[in-house]
T-cell receptor, first 115, second 115 residues
C-alpha cells in the first residue's frame, strides 16, 4: 500500500463547478501538507500549504486537513478553464525527523475544466 | 532570479548509453532533489542532497548516481541507460528560513526517452 493515495482521475467538470480533490495517507507523523499544481509539460508549483489540522483559504482555493482521518482535501470554487492541470498532494514530517526535507507525493489528479 | 534550471530539456538515448542531467538553483537553498515522474506514479524521489557535501538515496535510486557539485548544482547521471528509465526528470530545491518549511521549487523538467 502506498503511503499517500490520490485518485488519479481524470476529472472533467464544467466551468463554474466546485471541484473536490482528495488524498489519504497512512503515516501519522506527517504534519505539513501541501498541494502542488502542474500544468502540462511544466514543473509542479506550490499552490497551498497547511500545517497540522484545519482549513486554509486562498481566493477560490480551500485546503482542509483532517489528521484524525488521515485525509486531506483541496476545494476549488467557481472553477475556470485555467485551473485545468494535474494537482498533486504532498506531505512531510516535522523538522528533526529522519525525513527532513523529503516530501511524499500522491499520484496526482488530472483535472479538466471545460467552458 | 531564474529559480531552478535544468538541462537538457529533451534527450533521446540508446540502451547502454550514458548521460548526465544538470540542475542549478540560484535561491541559495541548502537542499536539492531529483525526481522522476511516470504516468499514474506521481513523483518518485531518486536521490536528494540535504546540504552541500551530502547525498542520500530516495525511493528509486537504482541505475542512477548523483553529484552535489557545490551549493548551486546537483547533477544526475545514468551510467547505462535502460528503457525503464524513460521518464520525465525533475530537479527541485528547498531551504530553511525561506518562509514555508520544506517548500520545494521545481525546475521545468527533462524529457528522456531510452530506445
Amino acid at each position: 500500500q502506498k503511503e499517500v493515495e490520490q485518485d488519479p482521475g481524470p476529472l472533467s467538470v464544467p466551468e463554474g463547478a466546485i471541484v473536490s480533490l482528495n488524498c489519504t495517507y497512512s503515516n501519522s507523523a506527517f504534519q505539513y501538507f501541501m498541494w502542488y499544481r502542474q500544468y502540462s509539460r511544466k514543473g509542479p508549483e506550490l499552490l497551498m500549504y497547511t500545517y497540522s489540522s484545519g482549513n486554509k483559504e486562498d481566493g477560490r482555493f480551500t485546503a482542509q486537513v483532517d489528521k484524525s482521518s488521515k485525509y486531506i482535501s483541496l476545494f476549488i470554487r467557481d472553477s475556470q478553464p485555467s485551473d485545468s492541470a494535474t494537482y498533486l498532494c504532498a506531505m512531510t514530517e516535522p523538522a528533526g525527523g529522519t525525513s527532513y526535507g523529503k516530501l511524499t507525493f500522491g499520484q496526482g489528479t488530472i483535472l479538466t475544466v471545460h467552458p | 532570479n531564474a529559480g531552478v534550471t535544468q538541462t537538457p530539456k529533451f534527450q533521446v538515448l540508446k540502451t547502454g548509453q550514458s548521460m548526465t542531467l544538470q540542475c542549478a538553483q540560484d535561491m541559495n537553498h541548502n537542499s536539492m532533489y531529483w525526481y522522476r515522474q511516470d504516468p499514474g506514479m506521481g513523483l518518485r524521489l531518486i536521490y536528494y542532497s540535504a546540504s552541500e557535501g551530502t547525498t542520500d538515496k530516495g525511493e528509486v535510486p537504482n541505475g542512477y548516481n548523483v553529484s552535489r557539485l557545490n551549493k548551486r548544482e546537483f547533477s544526475l547521471r545514468l551510467e547505462s541507460a535502460a528503457p525503464s528509465q524513460t521518464s520525465v526528470y525533475f530537479c527541485a530545491s528547498s531551504g530553511k528560513g525561506q518562509g514555508l518549511r520544506d517548500t520545494q521549487y521545481f525546475g521545468p523538467g527533462t524529457r528522456l526517452t531510452v530506445l
